[in-house]
């Protein structure tokens, strides 16, 4: 039998069952929770973090589409309260972090052993949950995408969202000067309190990006662009880019998919480079676990935290992804339980 410390026999989980733009196909239920099978564990999650992929699978937009119903969730954190026997690690009443393609917003889960890493150390379940995706995607981009060299500028647009946060923070721990770039000074903030040397205010549309970061390069242009954003951000960065650059294409949070005319890479010289960190590790696995410790060092060190900008409970779903997708939240949108019963350990013949 498994060694278990109180385990659920049911868990509450979100499902995703109809494809719609203002999430009214999230439904809140129950159902049985099977015990652990050979090399599982079972997880108690106290909070779980949104990200932009899970706006894009509630519509039907991204490139992932599982069949409805599905529970949706890419990442969580919680406390191990029932293991399979045999198992070295994770041990019950560890603190894990959880990432997937799909099932992290359900306050208990039976995952694989192998699927979880412990939770960086001074981080709470909140923070604990929301970093991963974000970090890891930042990594990718800076250090294996555009191999991003200290004294290098690097342009980060959506800087105050949680992926353009990680990615300031990232940028001044490899060296560049930071320019950050977001749609209020307000929320630009943050990004300056992560690091970035310069904040530029889009108030007058993208097309003043051009000029302000000729100015603050002396002409030069960015060496790097991270750009999760898209849409005209993505057109006015094809023409601020150095000679050489990298133009990351991470995401397109704009709602538009920018293209880039063949002759402006020729003429500039500059890489148009795709960041797809998931399954850059799923394609290169050793390189993927690399990746991986990478960041768990660094948070672990304190230099990749994640800023919480909203927390609703977990029964506050549709509201946390009505807040992601509204752009209200500076950083990382999180559901979380408002009770968290950690589990006494116990062990069942």
Same mark, same amino acid.
């Given at each position: 039998?498994?060694?278990?410390?109180?385990?659920?026999?049911?868990?509450?989980?979100?499902?995703?069952?109809?494809?719609?733009?203002?999430?009214?196909?999230?439904?809140?239920?129950?159902?049985?929770?099977?015990?652990?099978?050979?090399?599982?564990?079972?997880?108690?999650?106290?909070?779980?973090?949104?990200?932009?992929?899970?706006?894009?699978?509630?519509?039907?937009?991204?490139?992932?589409k599982?069949?409805?119903?599905?529970?949706?969730?890419?990442?969580?954190?919680?406390?191990?309260?029932?293991?399979?026997?045999?198992?070295?690690?994770?041990?019950?009443?560890?603190?894990?972090?959880?990432?997937?393609?799909?099932?992290?917003?359900?306050?208990?889960?039976?995952?694989?052993?192998?699927?979880?890493?412990?939770?960086?150390?001074?981080?709470?379940? !909140?923070?604990?949950? =929301?970093? /991963?995706?974000? $970090?890891?995607?930042?990594w990718? +981009? *800076?250090?294996?995408? &555009? #191999?991003?060299?200290?004294?290098?500028?690097?342009?980060?647009?959506?800087?105050?969202?949680?992926?353009g946060?990680?990615a300031?923070?990232?940028?001044?721990?490899?060296? !560049?000067?930071?320019? =950050?770039? /977001?749609?209020? $000074?307000a929320?630009?903030?943050a +990004? *300056?309190?992560?690091? &970035? #040397?310069?904040a530029?205010?889009?108030?007058?549309?993208?097309?003043?990006l051009?000029?302000?970061?000729?100015?603050?390069?002396?002409?030069?242009?960015?060496?790097?662009?991270?750009?999760p954003?898209?849409?005209?951000?993505?057109?006015?960065s094809?023409?601020?880019?150095a000679?050489?650059?990298?133009?990351?294409?991470?995401?397109?949070?704009?709602?538009?998919?920018?293209?880039?005319?063949?002759?402006?890479?020729?003429?500039?010289?500059?890489?148009?480079?795709?960041?797809?960190?998931?399954?850059?590790g799923?394609?290169?696995?050793?390189?993927?676990?690399?990746n991986?410790?990478?960041?768990?060092?660094?948070?672990?060190?304190?230099?990749?935290?994640?800023?919480?900008?909203?927390?609703?409970?977990?029964?506050?779903?549709?509201?946390?992804?009505?807040?992601?997708?509204?752009?209200?939240?500076?950083?990382?949108?999180?559901?979380e339980?408002?009770?968290?019963?950690?589990?006494?350990?116990?062990?069942?013949?």
């Open positions: 039998m498994p060694t278990t410390a109180d385990p659920a026999d049911t868990r509450r989980r979100w499902l995703c069952t109809a494809l719609t733009d203002d999430f009214s196909g999230l439904r809140l239920g129950a159902e049985p929770l099977r015990r652990c099978a050979a090399g599982e564990v079972q997880l108690q999650v106290h909070a779980a973090a949104l990200n932009f992929p899970d706006l894009l699978m509630a519509r039907g937009l991204y490139q992932l599982p069949p409805l119903p599905f529970v949706p969730g890419l990442e969580c954190a919680g406390v191990v309260t029932a293991a399979a026997p045999g198992l070295a690690w994770p041990r019950i009443g560890e603190r894990v972090v959880y990432h997937a393609q799909g099932g992290a917003f359900a306050d208990a889960l039976v995952v694989p052993a192998t699927a979880v890493r412990a939770a960086p150390a001074g981080f709470d379940d !909140a923070e604990a949950a =929301a970093y /991963g995706a974000v $970090a890891l995607t930042a990718v +981009a *800076l250090v294996r995408r &555009a #191999q991003l060299q200290p004294g290098e500028v690097l342009l980060v647009h959506g800087a105050s969202g949680g992926t946060l990680a300031v923070q990232l940028g001044r721990h490899l060296g !560049a000067t930071v320019i =950050a770039t /977001g749609r209020s $000074a929320r630009l903030q +990004a *300056l309190a992560a690091g &970035a #040397q310069h530029v205010v889009l108030d007058s549309g993208a097309a003043a051009r000029s302000a970061v000729l100015d603050l390069t002396a002409g030069r242009g960015a060496d790097v662009v991270f750009d954003v898209g849409g005209d951000v993505f057109d006015a094809l023409r601020c880019i000679w050489g650059g990298r133009l990351l294409v991470v995401g397109f949070a704009s709602g538009r998919i920018g293209s880039v005319p063949a002759n402006l890479p020729l003429i500039k010289g500059f890489g148009v480079l795709g960041v797809r960190a998931g399954e850059y799923r394609r290169d696995p050793v390189r993927g676990a690399q991986r410790q990478a960041v768990e060092a660094l948070a672990a060190r304190g230099l990749l935290r994640p800023h919480i900008g909203a927390r609703f409970a977990f029964e506050q779903l549709p509201e946390a992804y009505r807040a992601l997708a509204g752009g209200t939240a500076v950083g990382k949108v999180v559901i339980r408002l009770q968290k019963q950690v589990a006494t350990a116990s062990t069942t013949s």
